[in-house]
């Protein structure tokens, strides 16, 4: 297993204005390593494998860092567990998710603004974002 992907996110932070600490490149270097989906507990494991002592709290502040910057993006399986994934873009878009093998692709085609703001507008409210994301099951998984 190579480490480019992960040597590739920390030059992407670094390129984003974060200063980088040795331990906290440890820590963008093994997110860019993971595969999938993955969740804050999955990769306390995979920083403790490969650099020990590292404390929880920097891989914690060093995840919602990533997240603040746009080179991660935190989305909510159906059962409410925050994942994390790489590869989206930073623009707003939606998500379908597979409840089978927690893929999720992403949808770049907003289709439910125009129902947001009539929504929001028919409550008295000034809309300022939307959420939405749907779940299934994905091709792969239904053939099972
Ligand atoms: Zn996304
Ligand atoms: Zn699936
Ligand atoms: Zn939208």
Same mark, same amino acid.
Request: hydrophobic content about 40%; proline content about 2%; charged content about 25%.
């Given at each position: 297993?190579?480490? @480019?992907?992960?040597?590739?996110?920390? #030059? !992407?932070?670094? /390129?984003?204005? =974060?200063?980088?600490?040795?331990? #906290?490149?440890?820590?963008? !270097?093994?997110?860019?390593?993971?595969?999938?989906?993955?969740?804050?507990?999955?990769?306390?494991?995979?920083?403790?494998?490969?650099?020990?002592?590292?404390? #929880?709290?920097?891989?914690? !502040?060093?995840? *919602?860092?990533?997240?603040?910057?746009?080179?991660?993006?935190? =989305?909510?399986?159906?059962?409410? /567990?925050?994942? &994390?994934?790489?590869?989206? @873009?930073?623009?707003?878009?939606?998500?379908? +998710?597979?409840?089978?093998?927690?893929?999720?692709?992403? +949808?770049?085609?907003?289709? =439910?603004?125009?129902?947001? *703001?009539? +929504?929001?507008?028919? /409550?008295?409210? /000034?809309?300022?974002?939307?959420?939405?994301?749907? &779940?299934?099951?994905? @091709?792969?998984?239904?053939?099972?």
């Amino acid at each position: 297993m190579g480490n @480019s992907e992960g040597v590739d996110l920390v #030059r !992407r932070a670094e /390129q984003r204005g =974060v200063r980088l600490g040795a331990s #906290r490149a440890h820590v963008i !270097r093994v997110i860019g390593e993971m595969r999938r989906p993955f969740n804050a507990s999955e990769l306390l494991e995979a920083v403790e494998r490969e650099t020990p002592g590292v404390g #929880r709290a920097t891989v914690f !502040r060093t995840l *919602q860092l990533l997240c603040d910057i746009g080179l991660l993006e935190q =989305v909510r399986l159906d059962d409410g /567990q925050p994942v &994390y994934i790489a590869d989206h @873009s930073d623009a707003h878009h939606h998500h379908l +998710i597979c409840i089978g093998c927690d893929t999720i692709v992403e +949808i770049a085609d907003c289709q =439910v603004g125009r129902l947001a *703001q009539v +929504i929001a507008k028919d /409550q008295g409210f /000034q809309l300022t974002g939307h959420t939405f994301d749907i &779940y299934g099951l994905c @091709s792969e998984c239904r053939k099972g």
